[in-house]
């Protein structure tokens, strides 16, 4: 399954244009992007740059993400949804520039001995330092820490969960490897790497998750949740890759091999979750049909930073997703008052595209159990993908449904949700918005 010189350098330059994610750019707003430096103990010679929205809480959820080879963080900055994020749900945003070379531009070091020993230094140890800094500079939480990144920077996901689970409470990589697959610097570029060739990476699940084990040798405290992500499609870091990454954290967490439910969040979203006894998911492994090495892109970073539990005002320590073991849920529907919701929204639009973003108030005095908001989309827009909630039909009269995470609304307290649509030309708002049947105010 390698790919052949071809596919890698058009991948390749793919990777330079923009750290691998193309997505609607983020709203303009006063806050912008600060390089930092001075920021610590820096083995790998990083560069690193820091979002701080303007609107935030006093101790805000900090986001470390990661671009791909031959990009940058200012570049991963431009052309992620992660900022325009940092902005809906008020967490701060570290976006390190790789400065290691390794065949395919400067990519993240997760091949040499120093970067998989905790503590050993090179890359790993200056992305530490960046979080420390956040967390002093901007009262950062450290109990809300997260790692998420894409090729190149999901592999360093990965890695960082192995290394300090002490300092990350979960993790998002997209097109990824695991923990130790590569051997050495010689071993990094895809084309000819033993992890990412055919078959090179077939480890049995212990042997993926001793590695992991032996980063951080009697760690006994809790282990980050990890969310993966991969494109069936994809040809420079292999589509079986996934597979392996998915036995080596069911395997650290002694979870089986076999997930504990499947579904189709969205068109083409085949996810697998594995939970533990108590109904928590742990493992959160989503196949991306027909997608090469282009993720994260369509509402894939907002699913992520839900699986977080950062886009949740009132309860942004929550990060417990349950489900059911079987593909069918009932849900029991609290009905609404009239005048107990408000709705806000913000559109940001581009050429053909817009992205929308609502927030759903409870104003009443009472829990929403279950929910569905229904409006009224502006003749020309179609949604082409959404985040928080599920979507349908894609245009005219449209019903959002919750989702597992987000199916209670606590008085007085709001949810965000959203999503990207095309248009023909009319970027106004949705109109009409009633949640449960019920009419809402709109603000």
Known sequence: MKAKPSLLLAAAASLVVAGLATVAPAPAVAASLTEVTGFGSNPGGMRMHVYAPDSRPADPGIVVAMHGCGGSGPGFYSGSEFASLADRHGFVVIYPSAQQEAGFGKCFDTWSDAAKRRGGGSDPVSIVSMVNYVQQRYGGDPNRVYATGSSSGGMMTNHMLALYPDVFKSGAAFMGVPFNCFANAADFPPGSSKCTGSGGANRTPQQWGDAVRQAYPGFTGTRPRVQLWHGTNDTLVPYALLQESIEQWTNVFGLSQTPTSTDTPQTNWNRRRYNDTTGTTLVEAYSVQGAGHSLPSGGMAAQAIAFFGLDRP?????????????????????????????????????????????????????AINGWSLAFTLPSGQTITSGWSATYSPNSGQVTARNVSYNASIPPNASIGIGFQATHSGNTAKPSSFTLNGMACTTA
Request: aromatic fraction near 2%.
């Open 314 to 366: 009132g309860d942004p320590t929550s990060t417990t997703t349950t489900t059911s073991t079987t593909t069918t849920t009932s849900t029991t529907t609290t009905t609404q008052p009239p005048g107990t919701c408000r709705v806000a929204t913000t559109v940001n639009a581009w050429n053909t595209g817009l992205t929308e973003s609502i927030t759903i108030t409870n104003t009443g005095a009472t």
